[in-house]
C-alpha cells in the first residue's frame, strides 16, 4: 500500500491511499467574503459534510435555512439542492467533504 499525493484545494497535501479512488472521497477547504457563495445551490449524487473553521454563514438544504458558527458542521444528502453563504461580517473559512454512494 502506498499514499499517493493528491492536489486539494485549500489544503497543502492531502495523501490518499492508492487503492481508493479519488471520487468515493473528497475533501477541501473554501473560503468566501461576507455577502457571498462559492457557488448557487445545486444538487449532486452522494453525502456532503460542511465543517465551518472560522466565520459563520447560512446553509440552504432545500426551503430550509441553518446558521453555521465556527467549530460546527452539517452532514447532508446532497441529492437535495443545497448552498452555502456568507451571511457573516467577516471572511468564512470550512471545509467540504463529499463520500459517493
Do not use: W
Amino acid at each position: 500500500m502506498a499514499l499517493l499525493v493528491h492536489q486539494t484545494k485549500g489544503l497543502t497535501r492531502c495523501l490518499v491511499d492508492e487503492d481508493i479512488s479519488e471520487e468515493d472521497l473528497h475533501i477541501h477547504i473554501s473560503e468566501i467574503a461576507p455577502g457571498t457563495r462559492a457557488h448557487p445551490p445545486h444538487s449532486h449524487e452522494g453525502i456532503e459534510a460542511f465543517y465551518v473553521l472560522e466565520g459563520e454563514g447560512t446553509l440552504e438544504v432545500g426551503e430550509e435555512r441553518y446558521l453555521l458558527h465556527a467549530n460546527e458542521a452539517a452532514i447532508l444528502d446532497a441529492g437535495k439542492v443545497h448552498g452555502l453563504a456568507n451571511t457573516g461580517v467577516s471572511p468564512m473559512k470550512y471545509m467540504v467533504i463529499i463520500a459517493r454512494r
